[in-house]
């Protein structure tokens, strides 16, 4: 005799065969300054920083619906911040990078408080305005260079480590684990209560409000967290480049438009869909790169195909034909036949 049994289980095959074959790439990853040449590293670094500003949005736009365009405000205050602490207060690097990302919570508040009055598209105006407000104050800041900007001077930088190849791997190693830590707390929050808030707002806000869900302080929570980790990603961007202007450090086109791309060609609203699209963003700029405008045609060409052809990104289309599922977040329900005796 055959009975059915159901369980409800959260992981699945796939999820356990990723999670090992991550943890050996992250090894790998570790180990990079050892079988890795220094551009490969400073790519590698690059893309590690990318990673972590694609996931924070995916987080707010995918989850929390707040289509942000304004997040360089976030990623050039993290620079500046740098820049200002280690060279006026005397902090070292690595302090002054953690304390970038508490006064980018801290400055978010107030912001957040004006611009979550705002809805839809005047919501996504509204967070680019902040950032060209953010870009204009930092230019008027003769100490900081003003708007030809400044360079970190060179004690600050030995500081980090004697040597010019220390520095280089330190920073690597950085970016990496700076990466690890939002990809591991996005997993870790959507997991959590206030992570199964947020779905049921993605989901329906209309049902998640007569269930009792906090709509406003979930989004709020959302963005300064988010605001704060953009903060110490932006400032570990600068600490690589060693260089910082308002017209870099506010760029729309590096650290939003980009990375709105990576979320969308990805897959919006999974956390598997920013680490697919960087890996595509970084193949399509290594490749077509020296071909200057035609570059840019190319990846909105690509954005273009990707939207009407996969509107849920690449990550989507793979899930949807596979039934994958690396990141699980939501509990399911399966089936399993057990045989009993007579």
């Not at 110490?232 to 060693?242: N, P, R, S």
């Not at 909105?300 to 195909?305: D, E, K, P, R």
Request: glycine share 10%; charged share 10%.
């Amino acid at each position: 005799m055959t009975q059915q049994v159901y369980y409800v289980t959260r992981s699945s095959h796939a999820a356990r065969v990723a999670a090992i074959l991550g943890a050996v790439v992250l090894i790998v990853l570790i180990a990079a300054p050892w079988w890795a040449g220094r551009a490969d590293l400073r790519l590698m670094g690059e893309l590690f920083l990318y990673l972590a500003l694609a996931s924070l949005w995916n987080l707010m736009a995918g989850y929390a619906g707040l289509v942000s365009v304004g997040q360089q405000a976030y990623v050039g205050f993290g620079g500046y911040m740098l820049f200002a602490l280690t060279m006026f207060a005397g902090l070292p690097p690595g302090l002054a990078i953690g304390l970038a990302g508490v006064l980018g919570a801290f400055i978010a508040v107030p912001t957040a408080l004006l611009i979550f009055r705002l809805r839809g598209a005047y919501f996504a105006i509204g967070t680019w305005v902040v950032a060209e407000v953010f870009r204009l104050s930092f230019a008027q800041v003769s100490s900081l260079g003003g708007g030809s900007g400044s360079s970190l001077p060179v004690g600050i930088v030995k500081s980090l480590a004697s040597s010019r190849s220390a520095r280089e791997y330190l920073s690597y190693w950085l970016a990496l684990g700076v990466a690890v830590l939002v990809v591991a707390a996005v997993y870790l929050f959507l997991r959590s209560r206030k992570g199964l808030a947020l779905t049921a707002i993605r989901d329906n806000e209309l049902a998640a409000a007569s269930l009792g869900i906090d709509i406003w302080r979930t989004k709020f929570l959302v963005y300064i967290a988010t605001a704060a980790l953009t903060s110490v990603v932006g400032a570990l961007i600068f600490l690589q480049k060693l260089r910082i202007s308002p017209d870099a450090a506010f760029s729309v086109n590096d650290w939003t438009a980009f990375v709105i791309f990576i979320v969308v060609i990805g897959g919006i609203g999974t956390i598997e869909g920013p680490i697919i699209g960087t890996l595509i963003f970084f193949a399509l700029r290594e490749t077509l790169a020296d071909l200057g405008t035609i570059y840019l045609l190319v990846l909105g060409l690509v954005a273009i195909v990707v939207m009407l052809k996969a509107p849920k990104g690449v990550w989507g289309l793979i899930r949807t034909r596979f039934d994958l599922q690396l990141f699980p977040l939501g509990y399911r329900v399966l089936q399993n036949d057990e045989q009993k005796g007579a």
